[in-house]
Structure formats: structure tokens, C-alpha cells
């Protein structure tokens, strides 16, 4: 069975960080293109960022674009969403989501999902 389990999310005040980490459990990360969603109360799901084929090439939202990076680690079979100066506006459940096979940009469906990790930035 192929699973994806994020992690990572909590609370943080306004201009926090937090990691995301997204991991598998019966396949390799490395041989797929890992996106990164997430979908806030009463909200559509919207992309936050990507990693498409093993050359790394990676596509950000332009509301995280600057402050936010999509990163894998093969040896560890993760990939990492780094959250810097975080905003109330980014409070939601991220989700990160699998494709095979990858391509060199990132594609538009994703054939596994994880259950997601709740990030809520608040005072």
C-alpha cells in the first residue's frame, strides 16, 4: 500500500517558521513529482509549491513565492516544505501529494494524497 504521511504543522505567531516534512511508505519520493496544497475553512484546495522530476525543478503560488521552499531529501525518501515568515492568511490544512511518472514541470493531477497537516498562524 503507498502512503504519504505529512507532518510538521502546529501553531506559530506571525512571521514564524514551520517545516513540513512529507514521507512514504511503499515507494521511493524520488521517482515522483511531489506537490504541496492546502485548503483553508469555507476555501478551495489551491497548489502551494512543487518539485517535479529528479532534476529538482520547482513552481511556487505567488502568495508564498520568497518566503516558502520545496526541497528533497532522496537519502531520507522526504520531501520538506520550509515555511518562513509566516502569515494568518497561510492558516490551513497542507496536503502533500504524489504523481508518477514525474515530467520537467509540475503536473496537474497527483494520483496519491496524504491525510494533511493542520498550520494555523495566529498571535
Known amino acids: 500500500q503507498l502512503l504519504l504521511v505529512e507532518s510538521g504543522g502546529g501553531l506559530v505567531q506571525p512571521g514564524g517558521s514551520l517545516r513540513l516534512s512529507c514521507g512514504a511508505s511503499?515507494?521511493?519520493?524520488?521517482?515522483?513529482?511531489i506537490g504541496w496544497f492546502r485548503q483553508a475553512p469555507g476555501k478551495e484546495r489551491e497548489g502551494v509549491s512543487c518539485?517535479?522530476?529528479?532534476?529538482?525543478?520547482?513552481n511556487y503560488a505567488d502568495s508564498v513565492k520568497g518566503r516558502f521552499t520545496i526541497s528533497r531529501d532522496n537519502a531520507k525518501n522526504m520531501v520538506y516544505l520550509q515555511m518562513n515568515n509566516l502569515k494568518p492568511e497561510d492558516t490551513a490544512v497542507y496536503y502533500c501529494?504524489?504523481?508518477?511518472?514525474?515530467?520537467?514541470?509540475?503536473?496537474?493531477?497527483?494520483?496519491?494524497w496524504g491525510q494533511g497537516t493542520q498550520v494555523t498562524v495566529s498571535s
Open positions: 511503499g515507494f521511493t519520493l524520488a521517482y515522483f513529482a
Open positions: 501529494a504524489a504523481h508518477y511518472p514525474p515530467g520537467s514541470s509540475c503536473p496537474a493531477e497527483y494520483d496519491y
Open positions: 518539485i517535479s522530476n529528479s532534476e529538482g525543478s520547482t
